[in-house]
């Protein structure tokens, strides 16, 4: 793996070699890479999860990391994100970590610049290290994929999860149907998944995986937090519906009386302080690949780089 | 000791045992913890002094550091600082040092999540590390604090410190006195001392303990510096009717020309730079005593934490 | 070394040296100060290049990095450069690498702390790390600077690095010519080298070093950037008038298509990224030095300070 971008880049082998990683380093074990490798974790959008999330990961793996904040970087001068990472590369970082809030900002990068890219959130794109510790979670309560019913229900436009989930349940061979505003499911959507009732969604489903309303992404604040709570949020009475044996998920932060009761976030069925603990294994596993095939010689991120005498 | 959130909490025992342990750091006594900690330092209000002197304490104790910019944090979406540390605490960081504004904001903390908490500073509440810094640079000076007297001068109401170090020197068996504008001493700090006139207080006093105008926690500026300076300051005057022997300390950041004059500030008497360099060792003193007790297994932070099938 | 201030304090002897330094630790040779060595970089000012350079030649080195952000620290209350070196200093940073909008901010510095100072840039004044990492470049290129053509092309008059460079490159033997708007070469820069059109700069140089236009130094925009372009840039046609073997250096961040055609960045000839790398390796030269002066005993930042008893 040289770089983690979507989770439709990944196979079904890649994935289920990550799950299997992250499971080895909860349950212990170590792993370092050979030599000094640095890093640096670009966050053009506010993050408290992922990033300490990442910054954990990287420390417990013993790489050295490159404080970088925005705001007192030369990108207040207008220097782009090509030219910043370029810079980051030629002062020897070897791998970036990217939050950005362009879709596909990475297209600006691969096979333009030297570094391995981890995306952790394009836009309204994707996050595979998030879409991957929501597979973890499920997984270790379900111990497989097969035959299970998800529900993913919220804010299906402005998720950068619901489509790559959806897709990747869909792969491992699990059924995925989606609720909340009608207005938010299109046609792609359509094609992982049905459009369902919350009532028939909580009713059914073995894993309720709630959206974060991303208030921040919309215009004109369409839903109220009351309204939207009674129309589609996980409330009291919802959650006695649901089956023996689901769960809740949602990866917060939790706009808490809004998706969920306040109440529910942290009651037996909520997986959501779990799914940030795997969070940080996932990443351990997803950056040693990335590091791995930079040992095998197949980057060569570390060398000084040769420039030649121009004619 | 789980937590260290405010000097009253401390027993007398507590607190000479902290100040021993810094007195053998100070004389180059080394303590590192067993396994991997990882901490953040949650600073909701700006400081120079306590979040680097905590960042060289916790690097000489070899602890693990998770930067946390709050500007950059999820805090800007509206997330609960109950919330942050619950997520630091899934990510594995199992002990915070948190500065916030808000007096006593680890009531909404303690008994709900596991993290280990040190107040850097609540409010107008309270701030034990520097309280505990004070009191090793007064015990250095004088071996003692029985029949001392300490006289705490300036902004009573809004120091962090007045009150606490005036009770931790009360039952050390110091005889405290306040002086500054009488309008800020009132009836609760009646009870740890008596409130002199600045000239009384200068004369008779074995420490000046100047409070910092905390002009950033006052409506409407009700002192202009000169005035302020000449009221109740520490002139070049007044430091002449010290007694032999006697010391200057100040928490800092000083207002120079305010609560004390310019070139005082490093006079031979000043102890304020000193106490700053105290500062270091009292927080790895408090980190250790911390740390130990994880130790003896009487806390579990960093391990993973199990999570049940929900019926 | 004690300090890094200036290019001008530095002897013909250090340069060389550091120059020397430099290429040993491209060529892999590792060293470590003996003792543990506290450092913190005090940004004032926007940089992605040189504090991030800083942070990976420090941990190379080994060095414990205390992090400052200034918009988060007492400066906020108002607290001098002054009172936060000194600060720092108590708390046990022995070096500060310091940025500052401030021409020669470090005179009130040198003297009056014991803090070991090395200048990231001040002002419109300094900037010796960059001079030296553009020597260090053109070294590697040319082998020796005498008798070397060296056009310096550009914002003349707010730049850190024209005036330092032409010096220092006299110094070592190299001619050095200027341009770009006539208005910005002054008599200062006259003793140095001469005013000549961009035509003859481009076509004599064996070295074009190209300054960045510094727009938020200047009050009014005087030169809109495809006017500057045109004007004094490196546009496509002139680089064809280049001499063969000649190099394009520019300290970046680059205002593409306005000091150089935005393909031109990366060609052949340019050895602009290779600056940033070098960068890293001067950084480490220079820090060697000035802590190798620590453990000579020269200086004794590392210990507790004694403070007396006053009378």
Redesign the interface.
Known sequence: MEHCLTTTDLTIDEIQGILADAEHF?NGKMWKPKN?V?I?NL?FE????T???F??AE??LGL?I??????????????TLY??V????????QLAVIRHNENCYFDQLIGKTNSAIINAGDGCGHHPTQSLLDLLTIKQ?FGSFKGLKVAIVGDLRHSRVARSNAESLNRLGANVIFSGPEIWFDQDMAQHGQYVSIHKAVKEADVIMLLRVQ??RHEGGRWDAEKYHKAFGLTLEREKMMK????IMHP?????GVEIADSLVE?????I??Q??N??FIRMAVLKRIIEQFERGERNGNH??K?????
């Open positions: 909860i000094k640095f640096a966050f506010n993050s408290t999860r990033k300490c999330s910054e954990v420390r417990r050295d490159i404080p970088f904040e925005v705001s007192t970087s030369s990108v207040s001068k207008g220097e030219d910043t370029k810079t980051l590369e030629a002062i020897g970082v309560e208030h921040e023996k044996g689901s769960i917060a932060p939790v706009n808490r009651c037996g069925r909520s997986r302080f779990k940030m603990q969070g940080v000084h780089q420039w030649s005498i121009a004619y």
